[in-house]
Nanobody, 114 residues
C-alpha cells in the first residue's frame, strides 16, 4: 500500500514536501517513482530513485527545483518541491513496480496559485 500526503495550496515560488508511506512490501528492495497528472493531461513521470537511494533522475521540467529522496528505515518516499510554478499544479502519485505489477497511491493534490 502507498499513501501520499503533504499536498496543498501554495503560492508561486513556494515549497512543499510530499511524503509517501509504504507498507505491505519490502520497500528497501525497490526503486520508487513520483508521477503527476494535471487536468486534461497524461500522467507524467517526475522523478525516480533507486532502491538504495543513491541514484536519482528528474524530469527536465523539474530539474533544479525538485528533489526525490527516501528513508528505507521509515519506509517512506519524499519529494521536496521548491520554486513551485503554476504549471506544477497536478495530482502527485507515488509508484513502484513489484513482480511486474504497478502499484499506485491515491494521490495528493498540489495547487500552485496566487
Amino acid at each position: 500500500q502507498l499513501v501520499e500526503s503533504g499536498g496543498g495550496l501554495v503560492q508561486p515560488g513556494g515549497s512543499l514536501r510530499l511524503s509517501c508511506a509504504a507498507s505491505g512490501f519490502a520497500f528497501r528492495n525497490y526503486a520508487m517513482n513520483w508521477y503527476r497528472q494535471a487536468p486534461g493531461k497524461e500522467r507524467e513521470l517526475v522523478a525516480v530513485i533507486n532502491s538504495a537511494g543513491g541514484s536519482t533522475m528528474n524530469a527536465d521540467s523539474v530539474k533544479g527545483r525538485f528533489t526525490i529522496s527516501r528513508d528505507n528505515d521509515k519506509k517512506t518516499l519524499y519529494l521536496q518541491m521548491n520554486s513551485l510554478k503554476p504549471e506544477d499544479t497536478a495530482v502527485y502519485f507515488c509508484n513502484t513496480r513489484v513482480a511486474g505489477i504497478n502499484y499506485w497511491g491515491q494521490g495528493t493534490q498540489v495547487t500552485v496559485s496566487s
